[in-house]
């Protein structure tokens, strides 16, 4: 039984060595080939997430979270489409580096839409990757390649901006969010959702916050909402009413 557990628990990586198995019994040479190429990846992998995940603790504590969302967040316009498309391209290393700075995006206010940008970017038009595309294929392929693909890029951003949103995502967003709801008050009579539907909406029977709160103006609508809510469920936090 603690096998079958264990099992289940690492399916992945049980699969994985299954196949690996499977291969070195079928062909031992393309075997080692692929142990060969997983190591190198595995050790490329060491050698760059460590500051990978040194850039996004600088992140987290130094950049401000108003700096975030003025440049990639929902309100930051086409100038942040511009300047997450600019982060993608000079960016350095692995795609795979890119997954954890754009977490850490996100939690800082980062839009979605944003995020697809700076993704894409950096998986298929980065300035060295021109460069070497341009040397061998010619700057006329490169650029009209380069044109239509951001022009993809921003459609795709846009079209997933649209259908998958932040509390869709496996991401905590609560340490970044000055307003949230408790589930366990809350009995889904909602008021909330009728004063400020641009913050709360219904999500199972229950209200669930949508959007960061900006400017003193707004807080003050969302503190009413606080005051009448009668179960009590609205936490507007202390740091949020200071700023």
């Known amino acids: ?47 760059v997430l460590p500051v990978i995940f040194l850039f996004t603790v600088v992140i987290e504590a130094l ?46 206010g980062a839009s979605i839409s ?22 061998f294929l010619g700057v006329n392929f490169m650029i009209v390649r380069w044109v239509l693909t951001v022009i993809a890029i921003f459609v795709m951003a846009y079209i997933t901006g649209m259908i998958v949103k932040k509390k869709d995502l496996p991401i905590d967003l609560n340490k970044t969010k000055m307003l949230e709801i408790k589930d366990d008050y809350c009995i889904g009579c909602g008021l ?11 999500n199972n029977d229950k209200a669930a916050v949508i959007k960061t709160p900006e400017g003193k103006e707004v807080l003050q609508g969302i503190q009413e909402t606080v005051e009448k ?4 469920a609205i936490i507007l936090n202390k740091g949020a009413q200071a700023s």
Do not use: H
């Open 114 to 135: 944003n995020i697809v940008i700076i993704l894409s970017a950096w998986a298929v038009i980065k300035v060295p990757m021109l460069a070497n595309e341009a040397k």
């Open 229 to 232: 809510c009668p179960s009590k």
């Open 1 to 47: 039984m603690k096998i079958v557990s264990l099992i289940k628990k690492n399916k992945l990586i049980f699969l994985v060595a299954l196949t690996y198995i499977t291969v070195l019994t079928i062909s031992p040479d393309k075997a080692m080939a692929s142990v060969k190429n997983s190591v190198y990846y595995l050790i490329e992998m060491v050698q």
């Open 192 to 202: 909330c959702v009728k004063m400020l539907p641009e913050y709360y909406e219904m």
């Open 63 to 108: 950049v401000p979270k108003e700096m975030i969302m003025r440049g990639f967040g929902e309100k930051s316009g086409f100038k942040g489409n511009l300047l997450a498309l600019l982060l993608g391209s000079i960016s350095a290393g692995p795609i795979y580096a890119a997954f954890p700075i754009s977490k850490t995006l996100l939690g800082k």
